[in-house]
């Protein structure tokens, strides 16, 4: 079967902090304290800053506290929130949330699911923390969660050169390292000269945001152009055999072995 992509990379531009996350959930996990086996993720596409809470159940009710409590009274309402057609996003509940506060909701397609990339993305850099470490910890993983985001949160992503926290705050977090060894900006603090370095880190806020927008974008186009070199479309006729991409299968843990169905093309829609 050809490896090559099908689909053409379409890149998603977000202009200012916090106006449009990404959603997906994760799961199941070896059960952990309150039988919390899920992770609902949210990622915000301009400063990639990551939230994540464990869940003993995914329901629509859950998703939706979830947006309340770690994005709404944290970051303010959203423009938009981006998801995959899981039935806890899809559902009339949800949706009616998004509704009453204005909140555009997207939905990402199988076929598209670029869509919701970023998510993605950084549900893999967790999940993989949470594999490193799942080993030893067993069902002690919920543990392990806030050092992971906190990674995530304080290293400097490639697409826009600054980190999560920086993008966020204004300036770099302080980090245990820089207690154990100290650097010039813990060993000789001065509350006065550091009041004064934030609120130049502070002016400068808005530039940097602006050249770390510029640069994301220029980013994402030239991985665009790269992925998008190698498309090659794959139509479906009557009669193929193919295999059909299941939907996340909670039954199972995350980092098992994805499982697909093969069906027979009977009849196609001209759309």
């Not at 994540?52 to 979830?66: C, G, M, N």
């Not at 050092?147 to 926290?165: D, F, H, N, Q, V």
Request: charged share 25%.
């Amino acid at each position: 079967m050809p490896r090559l992509p099908a689909v053409p990379l379409s890149p998603i531009d977000c202009a200012w902090p916090f106006a449009q996350w990404g959603l997906d959930l994760h799961g199941s996990f070896p059960p952990a304290s309150g039988q919390r086996r899920y992770i609902v993720v949210g990622v915000d596409y301009f400063t990639k800053w990551a939230k994540a809470e464990p869940l003993a159940t995914i329901t629509e009710r859950q998703v939706e506290k979830f947006v309340w409590k770690n994005i709404v009274t944290r970051f303010g309402l959203p423009e938009a929130i981006i998801t995959d057609n899981g039935s806890q996003f899809t559902s009339a509940r949800f949706q009616e949330f998004c509704a009453n506060y204005g909140i555009q909701l997207m939905f990402s397609s199988m076929a598209h699911p670029q869509m919701n990339g970023l998510a993605e993305v950084t549900n893999r850099s967790i999940l993989s923390g949470l594999k490193r470490r799942v080993l030893a910890a067993q069902s002690a993983w919920v543990d392990e969660l806030p050092s992971i985001l906190w990674s995530l949160r304080t290293t400097p992503k490639t697409a826009t050169g600054e980190s999560p926290y920086s993008l966020s705050f204004g300036t770099e977090a302080v980090l245990p390292p820089e207690m154990v060894f100290p650097n010039p900006r813990t060993a000789s603090y001065d509350e006065r000269v550091s009041a004064q370095g934030l609120r130049a880190d502070l002016d400068l806020l808005e530039e940097r945001r602006t050249n770390a927008h510029l640069k994301d974008l220029s980013y994402k186009r030239a991985i665009a152009r790269i992925y998008n070199h190698r498309v090659r479309p794959r139509p479906i006729k009557l009669g193929d055999l193919v295999l059909r991409r299941a939907e996340a299968n909670h039954k199972t843990h995350e980092y098992d072995e994805d499982k697909s169905s093969r069906i027979i093309i009977r009849s196609t829609l001209n759309l």
